[in-house]
């Protein structure tokens, strides 16, 4: 099988913003990227890429669809279902820009599924569980406030929830203890802090988490800027402790299992470069005995459908949560349900992604 053809469509995308240290706007519009690739057999694999405000990681919609100047007029002529050799033709072509090869390793999972007449997540080792549990993000605001949102995810079966922080000690300390209080037993806080914490910051909120019930469901997560700020805030730390933007890849989580520096590591699929890459540092995460999330920074149908089918290969003990993705726009329709706290997916070849071809419908960039 070999790839004839790779579209790329642009499709804008208003996101509600968490409202976390970084972030002012409430409501600001991304730019999603679906890319299309076409086999010679007439096949076609979808996949997804949206970066987030630029100030979170660095990527950004322009970058990306540069990067897929250079990387897709590579890739015509090549099997798509050699997903290794694929990833090391695309890490020889372009350095970094992980959220543009995110898309196009997305797309030949899908192929692979689809030529196999498999589900993606049997093809990554199988699934461990017949759902991975979910948790949803509670934009920071007042304390009241992110109860309330608290008691409407309740309502939908959540019991992880990601609260975010990062304004400063005074305030995230009141949130904390505010939701600490009404937290019940089996539930989880994340608190985030999207490394919006200065190190005294960081400082006074842990010795704050240190004073609250050690039973209750408490985690710190990505206190500060730098991968060294945080290892110095883990030592003070006596709650388990989540990297995520300062983990990029396999030699970051390398080093900070071996420096003691997490308990958890958050993979998104495109700040590591897709499911290939997510998935050797999910397989490691497990064999280091970390915790994991696993979850993507923004998309729609496709980016569910990967995360979902990633998610359930991982064993349960190891996984601490996934994020369904929601999007105010829908690109087709997947077999991945999200209910009852849970995110399962089906047992359609590939991703079961289905797009709407109203949706996806002139490519802003064709290579053939
Ligand atoms: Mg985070």
Redesign the pocket.
């Known amino acids: 099988m070999k790839i004839k053809s790779i579209s790329v469509y642009a499709i804008p995308l208003p996101y509600k913003t968490l409202g976390h240290g970084r972030v002012t706007t409430p409501e600001i519009t991304l730019h999603d990227t679906v890319v299309g690739i076409e086999t010679d057999g007439g096949l076609v694999g979808y996949g997804e890429s949206c970066p987030l405000n630029p100030t979170y990681l660095d990527a950004t919609t322009g970058g990306l669809r540069a990067a897929l100047e250079f990387l897709c007029p590579v890739l015509i002529g090549r099997d798509p279902c050699e997903t290794g050799v694929i990833n090391t033709l695309m890490d020889r072509t372009v350095r970094g820009h992980e959220a543009a090869k995110s898309a196009i390793d997305i797309a030949c999972w899908d192929l692979l599924g689809k030529s196999a007449g498999l589900p993606v997540k049997t093809l990554l080792g199988g699934a461990e569980v017949d759902g991975a549990r979910l948790y949803n993000s509670i934009p920071m605001d007042t304390p009241q406030a992110m109860i309330s949102t608290i008691e409407e995810n309740r309502k939908q079966g959540i019991t992880v929830f990601?609260v975010k922080l990062g304004q400063g000690a005074e305030p995230d300390i009141a949130r904390m203890r505010a939701i600490a209080d009404i937290l019940r037993p089996g539930e989880h806080m994340?608190c985030?802090a999207?490394r919006g914490w200065t190190m005294e910051d960081a400082r006074r909120v842990v010795a704050a988490a240190s004073q609250l019930p050690p039973e209750l469901g408490l985690l710190i997560?990505?206190p500060c800027a730098t991968y060294e700020e945080c290892v110095t805030i883990r030592k003070v730390c006596d709650r388990p402790f989540?990297l995520?933007?300062v983990i990029d890849d396999t030699r970051d989580l390398v080093r900070a299992s071996a420096d003691g520096a997490l308990d958890a590591v958050?993979i998104k699929l495109s700040h590591v470069g897709g499911l290939t890459k997510a998935h050797e540092m999910a397989r490691l995460a497990t064999r280091l005995g970390l915790r994991m999330?696993i979850e993507d920074t923004v998309g729609a149908e496709i980016v569910r459908a990967a995360v979902a089918h990633l998610a359930v290969t991982v064993p349960e003990k190891s996984l601490l949560a996934a994020y369904p993705h929601p999007a105010s726009v829908s690109l087709g329709e997947i077999g991945v349900t999200a209910s009852n706290g849970l995110l399962s997916c089906g047992e359609e070849s590939g991703l079961g992604f289905e797009p709407d071809t109203k949706v996806l419908c002139e490519p802003i960039q064709h290579y053939d």
């Open positions: 990601q994340i985030d999207n997560e990505q989540v995520d933007e958050v999330r």
